[in-house]
């Protein structure tokens, strides 16, 4: 008999209705969409519909994306390979270099040590402690991968958020606190998160068409200039997230009772020594990334994360029961998020929906809260560098449209709500992770992932709509 109830069956036929109908009746506005432009959308809401009430397991919704991929979408358009390509992408590699390290930190017991520490600094007050967690991701985030630094507080956190009991409900704050954190703090750098490169990119080169018909200039944003930029909004939206989530889930005591079942020893042994070497050795090529040479040599942050996965498993120090017991789960979930992103891509779907908003005579704040909105929209279903790189060819040239006369502050604002789509595991690679610890569920992910993106939105509209912000220039 299937173990699934009547819920569990509603919600999975909701789904498929949903998909049959969108590919079986184009009807309204279905009719201007081709075959495999509808298979993508009929796709995306049966595995946003699954997401969302987790009828059946996260990861399985991720190989039904593919498996529907394969099935409905042409050969041409979405090949087989490609559909799978994304469950070892960089960004898988980096997730799996993540899991790797928290791993060898808790087997020899060193997220223990760091623990304490982060303890012995912020004291024990539920607050400062959630203030340590999510001021040291942020900060980090900003000069490193978000998922790198997400998988390292994660398991950092690991000793404090196991002990807190079940029904302290501070327990799921604290944990969520850490992924928005990371998504957060990458806005406020160049380098924190693609889309900030990729609007800066566009700025700084317009195209010829755009130079011929508006008289478009370069402009030329330094490191310095997008942190003046984007600075402003990346301490309110940490500071609002914060207070959001500490009320939220207000814990119960004043004092967390945090006691380490497991004694650590003074000092460092040979294996922690070595485990010691190799994570700071990772940490610092993550943070070293954005020089041209190391970037030139390994390309991608997960390359990097490919080094503590090889060193840990070839010397031994990691064995195959730790590898077993590494959340696989996680990675197939997060690869189904990234394959359903380069469906939306490669079908020309998400193009579409961009180039269907008829901005004519909407005015810069409206503009800015529709592209907004349009930017976490699909960011929570597709990669935000994706989203970003999807957006910016047609946002500039709206930018640079006399009647609006603001690239700047559109394309800025584009770029800094690609990193505010926080609703669902699969949004961003930090999320995924934190849902990986089983702690929270996927309805606290779309309660204030979404109510952060409602705020972040407002922020947007004040901010660069109304031009309540630094203009370096």
Not at 159 to 185: C, D
Not at 230 to 242: H, K
Not at 278 to 287: A, E, G, M, S
Not at 380 to 386: E, H, I, L, P
Request: aromatic share 10%; net charge negative.
């Amino acid at each position: 008999m299937l173990d699934l109830d009547k819920k569990q069956i509603t919600y999975i036929g909701i789904g498929l209705i949903l998909f049959l109908f969108v590919i079986t009746i184009p009807i309204g506005p279905l009719e201007t969409l081709d075959w495999n432009m509808r298979a993508a959308l009929g796709i995306l809401l049966l595995a946003a519909a699954l997401w969302m009430t987790e009828a059946v397991p996260l990861y399985v919704t991720s190989i039904t994306i593919v498996l529907m991929q394969i099935l409905f979408i042409s050969e041409e358009v979405v090949a087989a390979d490609e559909a799978l390509a994304p469950f070892f992408s960089p960004i898988i590699a980096l997730f799996l270099g993540g899991f790797v390290i928290a791993a060898a930190l808790s087997k020899y017991k060193l997220d223990i040590k760091m623990a304490k520490g982060i303890l012995k600094k912020a004291g024990r007050a539920p607050i400062k402690v959630m203030l340590a967690m999510m001021g040291t991701t942020a900060f980090l985030s900003m000069w490193m991968s978000n998922t790198a630094t997400t998988a390292l507080m994660v398991a950092l956190a690991f000793p404090i958020y196991t002990q807190i009991p079940k029904k302290e409900k501070f327990k799921k704050g604290l944990i969520l606190g850490i992924p928005f954190a990371a998504n957060i703090g990458g806005m406020g750098t160049p380098i924190g998160t693609p889309p900030n490169a990729i609007i800066m990119d566009e700025l700084a080169d317009p195209s010829s068409e755009i130079i011929d018909v508006f008289g478009a200039e370069a402009i030329n944003l330094t490191f310095l200039d997008w942190m003046l930029l984007a600075l402003p909004l990346t301490l309110i939206m940490l500071v609002i997230t914060f207070l959001l989530l500490y009320f939220s889930f207000k814990p119960k005591t004043d004092k967390l009772k945090v006691n380490f079942k497991q004694k650590t020893t003074p000092g460092y042994s040979k294996k922690q020594t070595f485990v010691m070497i190799i994570f700071l050795v990772t940490v610092f090529l993550w943070l070293a990334s954005s020089i041209e040479t190391i970037g030139d040599i390994f390309q991608h942050a997960g390359i990097i994360a490919l080094i503590p996965v090889v060193v840990y498993f070839g010397t031994g120090i990691l064995d195959k029961d730790d590898l077993a017991d590494l959340n696989w789960d996680v990675l197939l979930l997060m690869g189904g998020g990234l394959s359903l992103g380069n469906a939306l891509d490669a079908t020309g779907l998400a193009e579409v929906i961009v180039e269907a908003i008829p901005y004519g005579g909407w005015g810069l704040v409206l503009i800015i809260v529709v592209f907004a909105a349009i930017g976490i929209i699909l960011s929570t279903f597709m990669s935000n560098t994706a989203t970003a790189a999807l957006m910016a060819p047609i946002i500039i040239v709206i930018g640079w449209d006399p009647e609006i006369g603001a690239p700047l502050a559109l394309m800025a604002a584009v770029a800094l709500a690609c990193s505010m789509a926080m609703a669902l595991p699969v949004s961003t690679p930090p999320n995924a992770i934190a849902y990986g610890t089983e702690e929270i569920r996927v309805k606290d992910m779309i309660i204030y992932g979404t109510i952060l993106g409602v705020i972040g939105i407002i922020l947007l509209m004040l901010l660069f709509g109304f031009g309540l912000f630094y203009n370096p220039l």
